[in-house]
């Protein structure tokens, strides 16, 4: 038996990079994976054939994070066709970096609004059913900058510094429940995201990093579902970094 096996798992964004790993480490755990995107619909369906391959089912939904009618038609129809989510994974995030003074108020506010009114709608659907299940997993991604601050990035360091409060405020109202709450903080990791990065900047991320390169999105994904699984039941509230070594 899997250790996630008739259990829902819930990934925002699980089109490519960080949340796609994620998806796919849960199939491999036994869950049944439902996963949301905003733009990329063929993606979306390669990665549920992936999923489905691991001979569980899986339900790609388009929604916004940021539309809370979107967050509740998504967890409606994954309650229809899957079930109760048990283990939610708030992955889904954005940057618009730009220095402090020349960021604009737009700038600001798209970061806040994906990384944590997403955040808000998806937590805030599905923590009543896991409370009924008796059992639940709230796992988000984080980012060590919530930890060190970076430059150009105040919006985004903002939003990862709020998602670990937010773990810890959370982990103590729901630890009777059943409920464990935590984050994973990844260091910078290949993806779309870090490709933005101006490649000279890339190689002084990498001559920082002691383990000397990016993480990839399997090695977040693994710490993921070790937080998913019942091996990790007497962990709540914490922040756990895979960084590579670029801050301890
Ligand atoms: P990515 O490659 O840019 O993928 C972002 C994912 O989020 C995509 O699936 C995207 O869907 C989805 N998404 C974005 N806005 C959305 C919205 N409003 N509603 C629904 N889905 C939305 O990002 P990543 O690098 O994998 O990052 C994943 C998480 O890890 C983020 O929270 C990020 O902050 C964090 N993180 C990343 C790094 C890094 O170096 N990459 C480091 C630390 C932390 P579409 O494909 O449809 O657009």
């Known amino acids: 038996m899997k250790e996630l096996q008739g259990k829902v798992c819930l990934v925002t964004g699980g089109t490519r990079g960080?949340?796609?790993a994620i998806a796919l480490a849960m199939a491999d755990m036994g869950a049944d994976v439902a996963f949301n995107y905003q733009n990329?619909?063929?993606?979306?369906?390669?990665?549920c054939s992936l999923v489905q391959e691991k001979g569980v089912r899986c339900r790609a939904i388009a929604a916004n994070v940021v539309s809370e009618e979107d967050v509740g038609r998504m967890v409606q129809e994954i309650l229809?066709?899957?079930?109760?989510?048990?283990?939610?994974?708030?992955?889904?995030?954005?940057t618009r970096d730009r220095t402090f003074l020349k960021m604009t108020r737009q700038m600001w506010d798209e970061v806040m609004?994906?990384?944590?009114?997403?955040?808000f709608n998806a937590t805030h659907a599905v923590l009543p059913s896991m409370i009924n299940l008796g059992w639940g997993r709230v796992i988000s991604i984080s980012s060590f900058v919530g930890l060190t601050g970076?430059?150009?990035?105040?919006?985004?360091?903002?939003?990862?510094?709020?998602?670990?409060?937010?773990t810890m405020a959370?982990?103590?109202?729901?630890?009777?429940?059943?409920?464990?709450?935590n984050a994973v903080a990844p260091g910078f990791t290949d993806t779309d995201m870090a490709r933005e990065i101006p490649s000279n900047v890339l190689?002084?991320?990498?001559?920082?990093?002691?383990?000397?390169?990016?993480g990839t999105p399997e090695e977040v994904a693994n710490a993921v579902a070790f937080l998913a699984s019942p091996r990790s039941s007497?962990?709540?509230?914490?922040v756990l970094s895979v960084n590579g070594g670029i801050l301890m």
């Open 18 to 20: 960080i949340g796609r």
């Open 80 to 94: 229809d066709n899957l079930g109760p989510v048990s283990v939610l994974v708030n992955n889904a995030g954005i």
């Open 203 to 214: 190689d002084q991320i990498k001559a920082m990093t002691p383990m000397g390169r990016l």
């Open 150 to 166: 970076n430059f150009g990035q105040t919006n985004y360091a903002a939003t990862k510094g709020a998602i670990n409060s937010f």
């Open 40 to 47: 990329s619909r063929e993606r979306a369906e390669e990665v």
């Open 234 to 238: 007497f962990i709540t509230g914490h």
């Open 113 to 119: 609004n994906v990384n944590l009114d997403g955040l």
């Open 170 to 181: 959370l982990a103590r109202e729901v630890a009777r429940k059943g409920i464990t709450v």
